[in-house]
Protein backbone atom coordinates (compact mmCIF):
# COMPACT_ATOMS: atom_id res chain seq x y z
CA UNK A 1 0.00 0.00 0.00
CA UNK A 2 1.05 3.56 -1.03
CA UNK A 3 0.69 6.11 1.06
CA UNK A 4 -2.57 7.84 -0.87
CA UNK A 5 -3.98 4.13 -0.41
CA UNK A 6 -3.00 3.92 3.70
CA UNK A 7 -4.76 7.72 4.07
CA UNK A 8 -7.84 6.66 2.28
CA UNK A 9 -8.17 3.47 4.30
CA UNK A 10 -7.56 5.76 7.37
CA UNK A 11 -10.18 8.20 6.56
CA UNK A 12 -12.80 4.90 6.16
CA UNK A 13 -11.93 4.40 9.88
CA UNK A 14 -11.93 7.27 11.41
CA UNK A 15 -15.11 7.79 9.69
CA UNK A 16 -16.63 4.79 10.99
CA UNK A 17 -19.88 5.74 13.48
CA UNK A 18 -18.53 4.83 17.08
CA UNK A 19 -21.64 2.49 17.86
CA UNK A 20 -20.47 -0.05 14.84
CA UNK A 21 -18.11 -2.92 15.61
CA UNK A 22 -14.71 -2.28 14.14
CA UNK A 23 -12.04 -4.79 12.82
CA UNK A 24 -9.03 -4.07 11.30
CA UNK A 25 -6.30 -6.79 10.04
CA UNK A 26 -3.04 -5.47 9.69
CA UNK A 27 0.93 -6.19 9.85
CA UNK A 28 2.73 -4.13 12.61
CA UNK A 29 4.36 -1.42 10.43
CA UNK A 30 0.36 -0.47 9.67
CA UNK A 31 -0.13 -0.57 13.33
CA UNK A 32 2.66 -0.01 14.80
CA UNK A 33 3.95 3.36 16.28
CA UNK A 34 1.87 6.44 15.36
CA UNK A 35 -1.42 4.78 14.72
CA UNK A 36 -4.35 5.88 16.88
CA UNK A 37 -7.98 4.54 17.33
CA UNK A 38 -9.03 4.47 20.65
CA UNK A 39 -11.86 2.29 20.13
CA UNK A 40 -9.67 -0.95 20.32
CA UNK A 41 -10.15 -3.10 22.92
CA UNK A 42 -8.90 -6.56 21.98
CA UNK A 43 -5.58 -7.34 19.81
CA UNK A 44 -5.36 -11.09 18.08
CA UNK A 45 -1.69 -11.69 18.19
CA UNK A 46 -1.20 -14.03 15.55
CA UNK A 47 2.14 -13.78 14.44
CA UNK A 48 5.34 -14.71 16.65
CA UNK A 49 7.49 -11.60 17.94
CA UNK A 50 9.42 -11.61 21.11
CA UNK A 51 10.61 -8.38 22.05
CA UNK A 52 9.58 -6.60 24.59
CA UNK A 53 9.21 -3.46 23.17
CA UNK A 54 7.71 -4.32 20.17
CA UNK A 55 4.74 -6.38 22.63
CA UNK A 56 4.38 -2.93 24.36
CA UNK A 57 4.01 -1.04 21.48
CA UNK A 58 1.73 -2.82 19.82
CA UNK A 59 -0.63 -3.27 22.90
CA UNK A 60 -0.32 0.32 23.13
CA UNK A 61 -2.89 0.45 20.71
CA UNK A 62 -5.51 -0.42 23.05
CA UNK A 63 -4.23 1.77 26.01
CA UNK A 64 -6.82 4.96 24.37
CA UNK A 65 -9.43 6.13 26.51
CA UNK A 66 -12.91 5.72 25.07
CA UNK A 67 -16.01 5.52 26.19
CA UNK A 68 -17.92 2.90 27.60
CA UNK A 69 -14.49 0.86 27.06
CA UNK A 70 -13.92 -1.11 30.28
CA UNK A 71 -10.98 -3.68 29.45
CA UNK A 72 -8.93 -4.40 26.69
CA UNK A 73 -7.60 -7.54 26.19
CA UNK A 74 -5.06 -9.44 23.61
CA UNK A 75 -5.60 -12.97 22.62
CA UNK A 76 -2.14 -14.31 21.97
CA UNK A 77 -1.52 -17.97 20.37
CA UNK A 78 1.71 -20.27 21.49
CA UNK A 79 2.72 -23.47 19.67
CA UNK A 80 4.47 -25.66 22.64
CA UNK A 81 5.55 -28.31 20.06
CA UNK A 82 7.80 -26.25 17.97
CA UNK A 83 10.71 -24.51 21.00
CA UNK A 84 11.63 -21.66 18.75
CA UNK A 85 7.50 -20.64 19.61
CA UNK A 86 7.47 -21.65 22.71
CA UNK A 87 10.66 -19.53 23.66
CA UNK A 88 9.32 -16.47 22.00
CA UNK A 89 6.04 -16.96 24.11
CA UNK A 90 8.00 -16.70 27.45
CA UNK A 91 9.66 -13.38 26.28
CA UNK A 92 6.55 -12.35 25.65
CA UNK A 93 5.52 -13.39 28.85
CA UNK A 94 7.99 -11.28 30.45
CA UNK A 95 6.59 -8.18 28.65
CA UNK A 96 3.26 -9.17 29.32
CA UNK A 97 4.00 -8.69 32.96
CA UNK A 98 6.08 -5.34 32.62
CA UNK A 99 2.84 -3.54 31.35
CA UNK A 100 0.73 -5.07 34.22
CA UNK A 101 -0.96 -7.84 32.18
CA UNK A 102 -2.80 -11.00 33.88
CA UNK A 103 -4.11 -14.13 32.77
CA UNK A 104 -7.28 -15.22 31.53
CA UNK A 105 -7.27 -19.42 30.31
CA UNK A 106 -9.10 -18.60 27.02
CA UNK A 107 -12.95 -17.87 27.69
CA UNK A 108 -12.97 -19.05 31.57
CA UNK A 109 -14.60 -16.68 33.52
CA UNK A 110 -13.15 -17.06 37.35
CA UNK A 111 -11.83 -14.84 40.31
CA UNK A 112 -8.70 -17.37 40.70
CA UNK A 113 -4.71 -15.48 40.93
CA UNK A 114 -4.30 -16.10 36.98
CA UNK A 115 -1.10 -13.39 37.03
CA UNK A 116 1.77 -13.83 35.07
CA UNK A 117 5.30 -13.79 38.32
CA UNK A 118 8.41 -13.26 37.77
CA UNK A 119 10.97 -15.12 39.86
CA UNK A 120 11.04 -13.31 43.13
CA UNK A 121 7.23 -12.96 42.87
CA UNK A 122 5.79 -16.36 42.24
CA UNK A 123 7.09 -19.06 44.80
CA UNK A 124 4.57 -18.24 47.66
CA UNK A 125 1.58 -18.95 45.28
CA UNK A 126 2.98 -21.44 44.12
CA UNK A 127 3.93 -22.73 47.06
CA UNK A 128 0.46 -22.17 48.26
CA UNK A 129 -0.86 -24.20 45.66
CA UNK A 130 1.35 -27.46 46.39
CA UNK A 131 -0.05 -26.90 50.05
CA UNK A 132 -4.01 -27.17 48.37
CA UNK A 133 -3.36 -29.87 46.31
CA UNK A 134 -5.65 -32.72 46.75
CA UNK A 135 -5.06 -35.82 44.01
CA UNK A 136 -1.78 -34.73 41.82
CA UNK A 137 1.63 -32.94 41.33
CA UNK A 138 3.35 -32.84 38.23
CA UNK A 139 6.73 -30.56 37.70
CA UNK A 140 8.63 -30.86 34.71
CA UNK A 141 12.03 -28.84 35.65
CA UNK A 142 14.92 -29.39 33.31
CA UNK A 143 17.25 -28.14 35.93
CA UNK A 144 17.08 -28.89 39.66
CA UNK A 145 19.22 -27.40 42.19
CA UNK A 146 20.15 -28.93 45.89
CA UNK A 147 19.07 -25.16 47.11
CA UNK A 148 15.35 -25.08 45.28
CA UNK A 149 14.37 -28.77 45.68
CA UNK A 150 15.57 -29.06 49.50
CA UNK A 151 13.35 -25.31 49.97
CA UNK A 152 10.35 -27.57 48.21
CA UNK A 153 11.47 -31.15 49.77
CA UNK A 154 9.18 -30.35 52.68
CA UNK A 155 6.18 -29.47 50.56
CA UNK A 156 6.30 -32.14 48.42
CA UNK A 157 6.68 -34.85 51.20
CA UNK A 158 3.53 -33.37 52.90
CA UNK A 159 1.48 -34.04 49.80
CA UNK A 160 2.83 -36.84 49.82
CA UNK A 161 1.88 -37.91 53.36
CA UNK A 162 -1.64 -36.51 52.39
CA UNK A 163 -1.86 -39.13 49.91
CA UNK A 164 -1.35 -37.07 46.63
CA UNK A 165 0.47 -38.49 43.62
CA UNK A 166 3.55 -36.32 43.57
CA UNK A 167 5.75 -36.51 39.93
CA UNK A 168 8.79 -34.81 39.44
CA UNK A 169 10.41 -34.98 35.66
CA UNK A 170 13.79 -33.70 34.91
CA UNK A 171 16.92 -34.42 32.77
CA UNK A 172 18.75 -37.92 34.19
CA UNK A 173 22.30 -36.73 35.66
CA UNK A 174 24.27 -38.44 32.83
CA UNK A 175 23.27 -34.95 31.03
CA UNK A 176 25.96 -32.84 33.37
CA UNK A 177 29.51 -32.87 33.99
CA UNK A 178 30.52 -35.12 36.89
CA UNK A 179 30.62 -32.53 39.80
CA UNK A 180 27.35 -31.39 39.00
CA UNK A 181 25.99 -35.00 38.16
CA UNK A 182 26.76 -36.17 41.83
CA UNK A 183 24.91 -33.10 43.05
CA UNK A 184 22.19 -34.14 40.80
CA UNK A 185 22.31 -37.56 42.09
CA UNK A 186 22.19 -36.46 45.42
CA UNK A 187 19.23 -34.08 45.39
CA UNK A 188 17.12 -36.69 43.01
CA UNK A 189 17.89 -39.39 45.83
CA UNK A 190 16.06 -37.01 49.00
CA UNK A 191 13.14 -36.60 46.68
CA UNK A 192 12.59 -40.19 46.40
CA UNK A 193 13.39 -40.98 50.05
CA UNK A 194 11.01 -38.39 50.38
CA UNK A 195 8.00 -40.54 48.36
CA UNK A 196 8.66 -38.48 45.23
CA UNK A 197 8.05 -40.42 41.78
CA UNK A 198 10.81 -39.49 39.59
CA UNK A 199 10.99 -39.44 35.40
CA UNK A 200 14.27 -39.11 34.60
CA UNK A 201 15.28 -38.73 30.28
CA UNK A 202 17.73 -36.43 28.39
CA UNK A 203 16.70 -33.32 26.37
CA UNK A 204 14.10 -32.25 28.41
CA UNK A 205 13.07 -28.71 27.73
CA UNK A 206 9.87 -27.90 28.76
CA UNK A 207 9.19 -26.29 32.14
CA UNK A 208 5.40 -26.10 34.14
CA UNK A 209 3.60 -27.58 37.02
CA UNK A 210 0.39 -29.71 36.75
CA UNK A 211 -1.66 -30.14 40.20
CA UNK A 212 -4.72 -31.26 40.69
CA UNK A 213 -4.78 -31.98 36.89
CA UNK A 214 -6.48 -28.23 36.89
CA UNK A 215 -3.87 -24.98 38.14
CA UNK A 216 -1.40 -25.11 35.93
CA UNK A 217 2.12 -22.71 36.16
CA UNK A 218 3.61 -22.65 32.67
CA UNK A 219 6.76 -19.94 31.60
CA UNK A 220 10.65 -19.76 31.44
CA UNK A 221 10.99 -20.57 34.88
CA UNK A 222 12.83 -24.10 36.14
CA UNK A 223 10.32 -24.70 39.13
CA UNK A 224 12.95 -26.61 41.23
CA UNK A 225 16.18 -24.55 40.17
CA UNK A 226 16.74 -20.78 40.40
CA UNK A 227 15.94 -18.60 37.23
CA UNK A 228 17.31 -15.23 35.49
CA UNK A 229 16.32 -11.52 36.03
CA UNK A 230 14.43 -11.84 32.67
CA UNK A 231 12.23 -15.20 33.57
CA UNK A 232 8.69 -15.07 34.16
CA UNK A 233 5.61 -17.82 34.69
CA UNK A 234 2.09 -17.42 34.54
CA UNK A 235 -1.15 -19.60 36.36
CA UNK A 236 -3.87 -20.55 34.90
CA UNK A 237 -6.99 -22.59 35.82
CA UNK A 238 -7.62 -24.72 32.49
CA UNK A 239 -8.28 -28.68 32.74
CA UNK A 240 -7.58 -27.79 28.39
CA UNK A 241 -4.49 -26.37 28.94
CA UNK A 242 -2.94 -29.33 31.70
CA UNK A 243 -3.86 -31.81 29.04
CA UNK A 244 -2.14 -30.43 26.23
CA UNK A 245 1.33 -29.71 27.69
CA UNK A 246 0.88 -33.22 29.48
CA UNK A 247 0.62 -34.77 26.26
CA UNK A 248 4.69 -33.29 25.56
CA UNK A 249 5.55 -35.68 27.92
CA UNK A 250 3.40 -38.87 27.16
CA UNK A 251 6.60 -40.91 25.92
CA UNK A 252 7.31 -41.89 29.30
CA UNK A 253 5.21 -43.98 31.32
CA UNK A 254 5.78 -42.31 34.60
CA UNK A 255 3.12 -39.70 33.94
CA UNK A 256 0.22 -41.16 32.99
CA UNK A 257 -3.00 -40.33 34.12
CA UNK A 258 -4.13 -42.03 37.60
Do not use: C
Not at 58 to 63: D, E, M
Not at 96 to 107: L, M, S
Amino acid sequence: MGAKETGEVLKRIAATPAERKLTLIATGRYLGEGFDEPRLDTLFLTMPISWKGTLQQYAGRLHRLFENKKEVQILDYVDIHVRMLEKMYQRRLSGYAAIGYKVKAGTIETDTIDIIFDKDSFLPVYSNDIVAAKRELVIVSPFVTRRRALRMLPLMESAVKNGVRTIVVTRQPEDFKEKEAALLRETLNSLNDAGVRLVLYSNIQQKFAVIDQRIVWYGSINLLSYGGAEESIMRLESPNIDNELIKLTERSPGIAPA
